[in-house]
């Protein structure tokens, strides 16, 4: 235990902070938890404990019994998820601690699977994956649909890039707050409608699709999948609101008053990072890469279309 320490601490200290991290969510979950979802995590408080235990003494780690601040911090935050949006958000969370934690385990299982402690380390993935794959992962009583999240959150993000950048040009272009509030709004309005109607065009060919492979399969016998499809109009709905909903963040500042680019990058910065957050979270990403590159990319739009406003000023000569 001692040479593995010595050569891979910094693994080591993830791991059992990490499950650490669990078990301390999973026991706040747990006391605003009712019905099954309290017996859910009461299995799963069971197995962290086992889990905190085995990777301490695998890695030698047993004084290692503290959160460092940014997990406290995060901690916090879920917890808080919890408590406001009740059952749906906790299924939420324990599904995206479950992503994130088969990822990290697989990364451990290429590590020392051909090592003398391989069978140590496969049994205990064997029981994270299974155990925790029935609890969570095959709980039949679903408070929200995850995907439904996802699409909200990816609206949100793809309102903010889009309109930050639109905002951008017209600030170059016009150098007027009123046109650029009227300009802005027209966008994200316009957005909203044409991403709510691709959801829906898009729902309604995947339902015709299924129906028909539906009938197919009664056709030969088959059977068939009693999952509902998801209705169009619900889909149009969530995309076309949380695009609207991340279009109106950078228009607030202007709407507010501010006479420059710079507070509206800034407000959308901001949330951004929080929507990047989130997003990867929910997903199973890895969080920093993720806000890393949409800070990036985001960056490159608002370069791009305050140079293409202002091209388009010198070229065209607008004024207003």
């Known amino acids: 235990m001692a040479t593995i320490a010595a050569t891979d601490a910094r693994l080591g200290r993830q791991l059992v902070l990490d499950e650490i991290f669990d078990l301390s969510l999973y026991r706040a979950l747990r006391d605003v938890a009712t019905g099954d979802l309290r017996r859910v995590l009461d299995e799963l408080i069971v197995v962290e404990t086992r889990h905190v235990t085995f990777w301490q003494e695998f890695f030698g780690l047993d004084e290692v019994t503290t959160l460092d601040p940014g997990r406290r911090v995060k901690l916090v935050m879920l917890i808080a998820a919890g408590r406001l949006f009740g059952p749906s958000g906790i299924h939420v969370v324990l599904e995206a601690i479950e992503v994130h934690g088969i990822r990290k385990y697989l990364r451990v299982w290429d590590r020392y699977k051909d090592g003398p402690l391989g069978s140590a380390v496969r049994q205990i993935l064997e029981d994270e994956f299974k155990h925790e794959d029935m609890v969570v992962s095959g709980e039949n009583d679903r408070h929200i649909n995850p995907d439904k999240v996802r699409n909200v959150f990816l609206g949100l993000n793809d309102g903010l890039v889009e309109i930050l950048g639109a905002v951008s040009g017209f600030f170059a272009a016009f150098r007027n707050s009123t046109a650029v509030l009227a300009a802005g709004f027209t966008v994200a ?132």
């Open 189 to 320: 309005v316009a957005g909203a409608l044409s991403m709510a109607a691709g959801a829906y065009i898009g729902a309604s060919s995947e339902r015709e699709v299924r129906e028909t492979e539906d009938e197919r399969r009664r056709f030969l016998g088959e059977a068939v999948s009693s999952q509902a499809p998801e209705s169009p109009t619900a889909s149009a709905l969530v995309v076309g609101t949380g695009y609207f909903a991340g279009a109106v963040v950078p228009i607030l500042p202007v709407l507010f008053g501010a006479a420059g680019l710079l507070p509206t990058v800034v407000t959308a910065g901001a949330t951004i990072v929080a929507v990047s957050a989130i997003v990867a979270f929910i997903s199973g990403m890895a969080i920093r890469r993720r806000i890393v590159l949409n800070v990036i990319i985001t960056g490159i739009a608002v370069v791009v279309t305050y140079a293409i406003g202002l091209l388009a000023k010198a070229v065209w000569g607008i004024a207003i």
